[in-house]
Protein backbone atom coordinates (compact mmCIF):
# COMPACT_ATOMS: atom_id res chain seq x y z
CA UNK A 1 0.00 0.00 0.00
CA UNK A 2 1.46 3.79 -0.68
CA UNK A 3 2.11 5.29 2.40
CA UNK A 4 0.82 9.21 0.99
CA UNK A 5 1.71 12.26 2.54
CA UNK A 6 -0.20 13.69 5.23
CA UNK A 7 -0.54 17.01 2.91
CA UNK A 8 -3.43 17.71 0.16
CA UNK A 9 -1.90 17.19 -3.50
CA UNK A 10 -3.03 20.35 -5.15
CA UNK A 11 -2.82 23.96 -5.57
CA UNK A 12 -2.57 27.06 -3.40
CA UNK A 13 -3.39 30.56 -3.99
CA UNK A 14 -0.68 33.51 -3.85
CA UNK A 15 -3.45 35.98 -3.58
CA UNK A 16 -6.94 35.22 -5.01
CA UNK A 17 -8.12 37.92 -3.85
CA UNK A 18 -6.16 40.16 -5.96
CA UNK A 19 -7.02 37.19 -9.19
CA UNK A 20 -3.54 35.97 -8.74
CA UNK A 21 -3.35 32.72 -11.10
CA UNK A 22 -3.22 29.35 -8.99
CA UNK A 23 0.29 27.98 -8.56
CA UNK A 24 0.91 23.88 -8.50
CA UNK A 25 3.14 22.87 -6.01
CA UNK A 26 6.25 21.34 -7.01
CA UNK A 27 5.86 17.24 -6.51
CA UNK A 28 8.47 15.52 -4.44
CA UNK A 29 8.26 11.67 -4.36
CA UNK A 30 9.62 9.86 -1.46
CA UNK A 31 10.74 5.92 -1.60
CA UNK A 32 11.15 4.62 1.45
CA UNK A 33 10.24 2.73 4.43
CA UNK A 34 11.91 3.78 7.18
CA UNK A 35 9.34 6.14 9.01
CA UNK A 36 12.35 8.29 10.78
CA UNK A 37 13.19 9.69 7.10
CA UNK A 38 9.55 10.13 6.65
CA UNK A 39 9.85 12.40 9.25
CA UNK A 40 13.26 14.01 8.53
CA UNK A 41 11.38 14.47 5.16
CA UNK A 42 8.01 15.87 6.45
CA UNK A 43 10.25 18.17 8.60
CA UNK A 44 12.55 19.07 6.13
CA UNK A 45 9.96 20.10 3.66
CA UNK A 46 7.38 22.21 6.13
CA UNK A 47 7.56 25.22 5.34
CA UNK A 48 8.82 24.79 1.75
CA UNK A 49 5.91 25.38 -0.81
CA UNK A 50 6.43 21.44 -2.36
CA UNK A 51 3.67 18.32 -2.15
CA UNK A 52 5.69 15.44 -0.52
CA UNK A 53 4.48 12.15 -1.47
CA UNK A 54 5.81 9.36 0.65
CA UNK A 55 5.60 4.98 -0.97
CA UNK A 56 7.43 2.74 1.50
CA UNK A 57 7.95 0.17 -0.85
CA UNK A 58 9.16 0.74 -5.26
CA UNK A 59 5.84 -1.77 -6.36
CA UNK A 60 3.74 0.86 -4.26
CA UNK A 61 5.26 3.97 -5.88
CA UNK A 62 4.23 2.71 -8.95
CA UNK A 63 0.71 3.94 -8.05
CA UNK A 64 1.91 7.23 -8.95
CA UNK A 65 4.78 7.06 -10.80
CA UNK A 66 2.95 4.67 -13.13
CA UNK A 67 1.35 7.50 -14.83
CA UNK A 68 2.94 10.92 -12.87
CA UNK A 69 6.02 12.90 -13.00
CA UNK A 70 7.13 14.28 -9.98
CA UNK A 71 9.34 17.44 -9.68
CA UNK A 72 11.73 15.39 -7.83
CA UNK A 73 12.03 12.24 -6.85
CA UNK A 74 14.16 10.87 -3.76
CA UNK A 75 14.82 7.47 -3.93
CA UNK A 76 16.37 4.99 -1.10
CA UNK A 77 18.66 1.67 -1.98
CA UNK A 78 17.42 -1.05 -0.12
CA UNK A 79 14.11 -1.27 0.28
CA UNK A 80 11.61 -4.24 1.23
CA UNK A 81 10.59 -5.27 -2.44
CA UNK A 82 13.29 -3.97 -5.06
CA UNK A 83 16.48 -2.46 -4.65
CA UNK A 84 16.32 1.23 -5.13
CA UNK A 85 18.94 1.06 -8.26
CA UNK A 86 17.06 -1.71 -10.17
CA UNK A 87 13.91 0.17 -9.54
CA UNK A 88 15.52 3.11 -11.31
CA UNK A 89 16.67 1.40 -13.81
CA UNK A 90 12.96 -0.02 -14.37
CA UNK A 91 11.93 3.46 -14.23
CA UNK A 92 14.42 5.17 -16.92
CA UNK A 93 12.94 2.46 -19.41
CA UNK A 94 9.87 4.14 -19.21
CA UNK A 95 9.46 7.67 -21.64
CA UNK A 96 7.86 9.18 -18.89
CA UNK A 97 10.67 8.91 -16.91
CA UNK A 98 14.00 9.09 -18.63
CA UNK A 99 14.43 12.41 -17.22
CA UNK A 100 12.79 12.55 -14.04
CA UNK A 101 15.37 14.25 -11.34
CA UNK A 102 16.17 11.93 -8.82
CA UNK A 103 18.40 11.96 -6.22
CA UNK A 104 19.70 8.91 -4.30
CA UNK A 105 19.38 8.98 -0.41
CA UNK A 106 21.25 5.90 1.05
CA UNK A 107 22.99 4.71 4.38
CA UNK A 108 24.91 2.52 1.40
CA UNK A 109 27.64 4.90 0.74
CA UNK A 110 29.57 2.78 -1.49
CA UNK A 111 31.24 3.95 -3.85
CA UNK A 112 30.08 1.17 -6.74
CA UNK A 113 26.42 2.00 -5.51
CA UNK A 114 27.34 6.14 -6.43
CA UNK A 115 28.60 4.90 -9.88
CA UNK A 116 25.73 2.66 -10.38
CA UNK A 117 23.51 5.91 -9.49
CA UNK A 118 25.33 8.34 -11.45
CA UNK A 119 25.07 6.17 -14.56
CA UNK A 120 21.24 5.71 -14.40
CA UNK A 121 21.50 9.65 -14.37
CA UNK A 122 20.89 10.72 -10.47
CA UNK A 123 21.76 14.13 -9.78
CA UNK A 124 23.25 13.39 -6.31
CA UNK A 125 24.02 10.76 -3.52
CA UNK A 126 23.20 12.09 -0.32
CA UNK A 127 24.75 9.38 2.49
CA UNK A 128 22.16 8.70 5.83
CA UNK A 129 22.52 9.89 8.07
CA UNK A 130 22.39 14.16 6.72
CA UNK A 131 20.88 17.40 8.72
CA UNK A 132 17.22 18.54 8.10
CA UNK A 133 19.09 21.30 6.05
CA UNK A 134 20.68 19.11 3.41
CA UNK A 135 17.48 17.83 2.42
CA UNK A 136 15.79 21.40 2.25
CA UNK A 137 18.58 22.74 0.41
CA UNK A 138 18.47 19.75 -2.07
CA UNK A 139 14.96 20.10 -2.83
CA UNK A 140 14.98 23.86 -3.19
CA UNK A 141 18.05 23.27 -5.22
CA UNK A 142 16.13 21.09 -7.73
CA UNK A 143 12.35 22.37 -7.49
CA UNK A 144 12.89 25.80 -6.86
CA UNK A 145 10.64 25.75 -4.32
CA UNK A 146 9.37 28.50 -2.31
CA UNK A 147 8.87 29.17 0.99
CA UNK A 148 5.33 27.60 2.12
CA UNK A 149 2.25 30.46 2.04
CA UNK A 150 1.18 31.26 5.66
CA UNK B 1 13.71 -39.35 6.94
CA UNK B 2 15.86 -37.18 4.37
CA UNK B 3 19.27 -37.33 3.72
CA UNK B 4 19.76 -33.28 4.44
CA UNK B 5 23.14 -31.47 4.98
CA UNK B 6 25.52 -28.47 4.23
CA UNK B 7 29.52 -28.46 3.16
CA UNK B 8 31.63 -25.63 3.05
CA UNK B 9 33.18 -25.80 -0.13
CA UNK B 10 35.10 -21.86 -0.09
CA UNK B 11 35.15 -19.49 3.31
CA UNK B 12 37.65 -17.05 2.46
CA UNK B 13 36.48 -13.76 0.95
CA UNK B 14 38.29 -11.06 -1.17
CA UNK B 15 40.74 -13.56 -3.00
CA UNK B 16 41.85 -17.07 -2.68
CA UNK B 17 44.39 -18.44 -0.09
CA UNK B 18 46.24 -20.96 -0.77
CA UNK B 19 49.14 -20.62 1.77
CA UNK B 20 50.44 -23.49 3.68
CA UNK B 21 49.74 -21.14 7.14
CA UNK B 22 46.10 -20.99 6.28
CA UNK B 23 44.87 -24.57 5.45
CA UNK B 24 43.48 -25.44 8.27
CA UNK B 25 40.57 -23.13 7.71
CA UNK B 26 40.66 -23.18 4.41
CA UNK B 27 42.32 -21.59 0.91
CA UNK B 28 38.88 -21.00 -1.13
CA UNK B 29 37.01 -18.43 -2.12
CA UNK B 30 33.23 -18.21 -0.96
CA UNK B 31 30.73 -21.35 -1.95
CA UNK B 32 28.21 -23.73 0.16
CA UNK B 33 26.71 -26.74 -0.88
CA UNK B 34 23.37 -27.41 0.69
CA UNK B 35 21.66 -30.90 -0.40
CA UNK B 36 17.73 -32.44 0.00
CA UNK B 37 18.61 -35.89 -1.39
CA UNK B 38 18.94 -35.55 -4.53
CA UNK B 39 18.70 -31.62 -4.75
CA UNK B 40 21.47 -29.33 -4.69
CA UNK B 41 21.69 -26.13 -4.16
CA UNK B 42 25.05 -23.90 -4.55
CA UNK B 43 25.44 -20.93 -2.51
CA UNK B 44 28.09 -18.43 -4.57
CA UNK B 45 30.43 -19.62 -7.01
CA UNK B 46 34.03 -18.47 -5.82
CA UNK B 47 36.95 -20.85 -6.29
CA UNK B 48 35.42 -23.29 -4.03
CA UNK B 49 33.02 -24.29 -6.29
CA UNK B 50 35.78 -25.64 -8.65
CA UNK B 51 36.64 -28.81 -6.28
CA UNK B 52 32.86 -29.12 -5.89
CA UNK B 53 32.36 -29.54 -9.72
CA UNK B 54 34.94 -32.14 -9.67
CA UNK B 55 33.38 -34.16 -6.64
CA UNK B 56 30.06 -33.84 -8.81
CA UNK B 57 31.74 -35.55 -11.99
CA UNK B 58 32.89 -38.30 -9.91
CA UNK B 59 29.32 -39.73 -9.53
CA UNK B 60 26.32 -40.48 -12.11
CA UNK B 61 23.30 -39.87 -10.14
CA UNK B 62 22.66 -36.14 -10.12
CA UNK B 63 22.72 -34.35 -12.96
CA UNK B 64 20.95 -31.07 -11.78
CA UNK B 65 21.45 -27.90 -9.61
CA UNK B 66 20.88 -24.33 -9.03
CA UNK B 67 23.39 -22.04 -8.18
CA UNK B 68 22.33 -18.86 -6.06
CA UNK B 69 25.01 -15.79 -6.07
CA UNK B 70 24.91 -12.88 -3.30
CA UNK B 71 26.40 -10.69 -5.91
CA UNK B 72 29.18 -10.44 -8.70
CA UNK B 73 32.19 -9.24 -7.10
CA UNK B 74 35.21 -11.71 -8.21
CA UNK B 75 35.50 -13.90 -4.69
CA UNK B 76 31.71 -14.89 -5.50
CA UNK B 77 31.52 -15.97 -9.57
CA UNK B 78 35.40 -16.63 -10.27
CA UNK B 79 35.54 -20.46 -10.21
CA UNK B 80 32.40 -20.44 -13.15
CA UNK B 81 34.96 -20.62 -15.42
CA UNK B 82 36.27 -23.97 -14.26
CA UNK B 83 33.45 -25.21 -12.90
CA UNK B 84 33.40 -28.70 -15.01
CA UNK B 85 29.07 -29.77 -14.74
CA UNK B 86 28.27 -26.46 -16.44
CA UNK B 87 30.46 -27.62 -19.44
CA UNK B 88 28.93 -31.09 -20.03
CA UNK B 89 26.08 -31.41 -22.17
CA UNK B 90 23.76 -33.89 -19.45
CA UNK B 91 24.09 -30.93 -16.94
CA UNK B 92 21.00 -28.58 -16.36
CA UNK B 93 22.06 -25.64 -13.77
CA UNK B 94 19.88 -22.76 -12.83
CA UNK B 95 21.20 -19.71 -12.05
CA UNK B 96 19.98 -17.23 -9.83
CA UNK B 97 21.71 -13.69 -8.11
CA UNK B 98 20.94 -9.85 -7.99
CA UNK B 99 19.17 -8.35 -11.57
CA UNK B 100 16.42 -7.08 -12.68
CA UNK B 101 15.18 -10.07 -14.98
CA UNK B 102 17.18 -13.09 -16.65
CA UNK B 103 19.02 -11.48 -19.52
CA UNK B 104 21.11 -8.79 -16.52
CA UNK B 105 21.73 -12.11 -14.64
CA UNK B 106 22.80 -14.00 -17.51
CA UNK B 107 25.10 -10.74 -18.72
CA UNK B 108 26.70 -10.70 -14.87
CA UNK B 109 27.20 -14.15 -14.84
CA UNK B 110 28.63 -14.21 -18.23
CA UNK B 111 30.95 -10.98 -18.27
CA UNK B 112 34.23 -12.34 -16.67
CA UNK B 113 34.66 -15.03 -19.31
CA UNK B 114 35.61 -13.03 -22.31
CA UNK B 115 38.49 -12.09 -24.59
CA UNK B 116 40.67 -11.33 -23.44
CA UNK B 117 40.09 -12.15 -19.48
CA UNK B 118 39.27 -16.11 -20.51
CA UNK B 119 40.20 -17.79 -23.85
CA UNK B 120 36.23 -18.84 -23.79
CA UNK B 121 32.63 -18.00 -23.02
CA UNK B 122 29.73 -19.00 -21.20
CA UNK B 123 28.35 -20.16 -24.83
CA UNK B 124 30.94 -22.70 -24.83
CA UNK B 125 29.02 -24.09 -22.07
CA UNK B 126 26.96 -27.19 -22.84
CA UNK B 127 24.84 -27.95 -19.86
CA UNK B 128 21.47 -26.66 -20.25
CA UNK B 129 21.86 -23.45 -18.65
CA UNK B 130 19.11 -21.27 -17.25
CA UNK B 131 18.44 -17.80 -15.46
CA UNK B 132 15.74 -17.43 -13.42
CA UNK B 133 13.76 -13.94 -13.48
CA UNK B 134 13.12 -12.69 -9.91
CA UNK B 135 9.55 -12.81 -8.61
CA UNK B 136 7.82 -9.88 -6.37
CA UNK B 137 7.44 -11.97 -3.42
CA UNK B 138 10.92 -12.54 -3.58
CA UNK B 139 11.35 -16.10 -3.48
CA UNK B 140 12.39 -19.09 -5.04
CA UNK B 141 11.83 -23.16 -4.91
CA UNK B 142 14.53 -26.41 -5.58
CA UNK B 143 12.42 -28.92 -5.05
CA UNK B 144 11.85 -29.20 -0.90
CA UNK B 145 14.13 -26.20 -0.48
CA UNK B 146 12.37 -22.96 -0.21
CA UNK B 147 14.38 -19.63 -0.30
CA UNK B 148 13.53 -15.83 0.24
CA UNK B 149 16.08 -12.94 -0.67
CA UNK B 150 16.91 -9.79 0.91
CA UNK B 151 19.19 -6.91 -0.22
CA UNK B 152 22.03 -6.53 2.28
CA UNK B 153 24.33 -3.93 3.18
CA UNK B 154 27.32 -4.59 0.46
CA UNK B 155 28.81 -2.26 -2.28
CA UNK B 156 26.32 -2.93 -5.35
CA UNK B 157 22.91 -5.17 -4.94
CA UNK B 158 24.00 -7.82 -2.58
CA UNK B 159 21.42 -10.62 -1.76
CA UNK B 160 21.26 -12.74 2.00
CA UNK B 161 19.41 -15.86 1.65
CA UNK B 162 16.95 -17.43 4.07
CA UNK B 163 16.67 -21.02 2.87
CA UNK B 164 14.42 -23.72 4.47
CA UNK B 165 15.20 -26.93 4.32
CA UNK B 166 14.34 -30.36 6.10
CA UNK B 167 12.53 -28.11 8.88
CA UNK B 168 15.19 -25.99 9.53
CA UNK B 169 16.20 -22.56 8.62
CA UNK B 170 19.86 -21.81 6.79
CA UNK B 171 20.65 -18.35 6.53
CA UNK B 172 23.41 -17.40 4.15
CA UNK B 173 25.03 -13.36 4.32
CA UNK B 174 28.22 -13.93 3.02
CA UNK B 175 28.65 -10.34 2.62
CA UNK B 176 27.15 -7.53 5.24
CA UNK B 177 28.47 -4.47 6.70
CA UNK B 178 26.07 -4.97 10.10
CA UNK B 179 25.63 -1.77 12.49
CA UNK B 180 27.07 0.47 9.76
CA UNK B 181 24.48 3.31 10.14
CA UNK B 182 25.04 3.53 14.11
CA UNK B 183 28.74 4.08 13.02
CA UNK B 184 27.71 6.53 10.59
CA UNK B 185 25.47 8.22 13.36
CA UNK B 186 28.08 7.54 15.92
CA UNK B 187 31.24 8.97 14.13
CA UNK B 188 29.06 12.10 12.93
CA UNK B 189 27.44 13.45 16.05
CA UNK B 190 28.97 16.34 16.59
CA UNK B 191 27.45 17.47 12.91
CA UNK B 192 23.77 17.34 14.35
CA UNK B 193 21.41 19.09 16.45
CA UNK B 194 19.23 17.93 19.05
CA UNK B 195 16.17 17.05 17.10
CA UNK B 196 18.47 15.34 14.76
CA UNK B 197 20.32 13.50 17.02
CA UNK B 198 16.78 12.38 18.54
CA UNK B 199 15.49 11.25 14.61
CA UNK B 200 18.95 9.57 14.03
CA UNK B 201 19.12 7.67 17.28
CA UNK B 202 15.36 6.41 16.16
CA UNK B 203 16.97 5.55 12.65
CA UNK B 204 19.57 3.22 14.53
CA UNK B 205 16.77 1.48 16.25
CA UNK B 206 15.14 0.61 12.91
CA UNK B 207 17.94 -0.08 11.05
CA UNK B 208 19.18 -3.05 13.95
CA UNK B 209 15.47 -4.23 14.30
CA UNK B 210 15.62 -4.98 10.28
CA UNK B 211 18.73 -6.26 10.38
CA UNK B 212 17.46 -8.90 13.37
CA UNK B 213 14.78 -9.43 11.57
CA UNK B 214 16.46 -10.88 8.76
CA UNK B 215 18.17 -13.32 10.59
CA UNK B 216 15.66 -14.12 13.22
CA UNK B 217 15.10 -17.79 14.27
CA UNK B 218 17.68 -18.74 12.16
CA UNK B 219 18.87 -22.30 13.05
CA UNK B 220 21.98 -21.81 11.21
CA UNK B 221 23.33 -18.65 10.32
CA UNK B 222 26.63 -18.33 8.13
CA UNK B 223 27.47 -14.82 8.17
CA UNK B 224 30.27 -12.19 7.39
CA UNK B 225 33.12 -11.77 9.91
CA UNK B 226 35.82 -10.41 8.03
CA UNK B 227 37.16 -8.56 10.04
CA UNK B 228 38.98 -8.02 13.26
CA UNK B 229 38.15 -4.64 15.07
CA UNK B 230 41.13 -3.10 14.60
CA UNK B 231 41.06 -3.99 10.60
CA UNK B 232 37.71 -2.74 10.52
CA UNK B 233 38.56 0.50 11.89
CA UNK B 234 40.88 0.70 8.56
CA UNK B 235 38.39 -0.80 6.30
CA UNK B 236 34.90 0.77 7.60
CA UNK B 237 32.67 1.15 4.39
CA UNK B 238 34.16 -1.45 2.52
CA UNK B 239 31.19 -4.00 3.16
CA UNK B 240 32.48 -6.53 5.11
CA UNK B 241 31.41 -7.14 9.38
CA UNK B 242 34.10 -7.00 12.25
CA UNK B 243 33.22 -10.60 13.60
CA UNK B 244 32.61 -8.87 17.12
CA UNK B 245 29.34 -6.91 15.40
CA UNK B 246 28.39 -10.37 13.61
CA UNK B 247 28.18 -11.83 16.87
CA UNK B 248 26.33 -9.34 18.97
CA UNK B 249 23.98 -8.92 16.24
CA UNK B 250 23.56 -13.11 16.10
CA UNK B 251 22.81 -13.28 20.01
CA UNK B 252 20.57 -10.89 19.78
CA UNK B 253 18.32 -12.11 16.75
CA UNK B 254 18.15 -15.66 18.96
CA UNK B 255 20.18 -17.29 16.08
CA UNK B 256 21.17 -21.29 17.32
CA UNK B 257 24.10 -21.98 15.53
CA UNK B 258 26.72 -19.17 14.06
CA UNK B 259 29.27 -20.01 11.55
CA UNK B 260 31.71 -17.16 10.91
CA UNK B 261 32.75 -16.80 7.44
CA UNK B 262 34.12 -15.00 4.61
CA UNK B 263 37.71 -15.09 6.50
CA UNK B 264 40.21 -12.25 5.97
CA UNK B 265 42.58 -14.09 3.48
CA UNK B 266 45.54 -11.84 5.23
CA UNK B 267 44.43 -14.20 8.56
CA UNK B 268 46.43 -17.28 8.47
CA UNK B 269 45.53 -20.24 11.10
CA UNK B 270 46.62 -18.73 14.28
CA UNK B 271 45.30 -15.76 13.62
CA UNK B 272 41.58 -17.26 13.38
CA UNK B 273 41.83 -19.42 16.04
CA UNK B 274 42.41 -15.79 18.26
CA UNK B 275 39.38 -15.02 16.75
CA UNK B 276 37.58 -17.73 17.81
CA UNK B 277 39.08 -17.95 20.86
CA UNK B 278 37.76 -14.54 21.77
CA UNK B 279 34.12 -15.35 20.11
CA UNK B 280 33.21 -17.64 22.74
CA UNK B 281 34.43 -15.68 25.44
CA UNK B 282 31.71 -12.57 24.38
CA UNK B 283 29.35 -15.45 24.51
CA UNK B 284 30.10 -16.82 27.49
CA UNK B 285 30.38 -13.26 28.98
CA UNK B 286 26.67 -12.92 27.29
CA UNK B 287 25.66 -15.59 29.14
CA UNK B 288 23.84 -17.64 26.12
CA UNK B 289 23.14 -20.33 24.49
CA UNK B 290 24.12 -19.88 21.01
CA UNK B 291 27.03 -22.09 19.68
CA UNK B 292 29.97 -20.35 17.05
CA UNK B 293 31.92 -22.32 14.65
CA UNK B 294 34.50 -21.15 12.23
CA UNK B 295 33.34 -21.82 9.52
CA UNK B 296 36.29 -24.35 7.46
CA UNK B 297 36.49 -26.10 4.19
CA UNK B 298 35.49 -29.54 3.54
CA UNK B 299 33.16 -28.88 7.34
CA UNK B 300 29.37 -30.59 6.71
CA UNK B 301 26.87 -30.18 8.68
CA UNK B 302 23.82 -32.44 8.83
CA UNK B 303 20.51 -30.48 8.32
Keep these: MAAKADREFGFFCDDDRRGVMAKQLPVVVLIDNSPTIKKLFERSTEKLGVELLVFDSAESSWDYLGDSKPDLLILSIILPDQDGLTHLKELRKQPLHEDTSVIMVSSKDYMQDRLVAEELGALEFIPKPMPIQTITDVIVKYTKAEPRAQ | ?303
Design chain 2, 1 to 303: MSDAYLRFWGVRGSYAAPFASHLGVGGNTSCVEIRVNDHILVCDAGTGIISFGNEMMKQDKIRELMIVLTHYHWDHVCGLPFFVPAFMPDWKIRFFGPGQDEDEIRKHVSAQMRAPYFPVGTESWLSDTTYLNPKKDRTLHYGPIEIRYDSVHHPGVTYGYRIKVNGKVVIYISDNECKFIEKSVTKRQGEFNEEETTLYNEMVQEEHQSELDLIKNADILIHDAQYTPEDYEKKRGWGHSCYIDTINMAIDAGVKELYLYHHDPYYNDDAIEVIYTHSNQIISERDTDMICHIAREGMKIDL
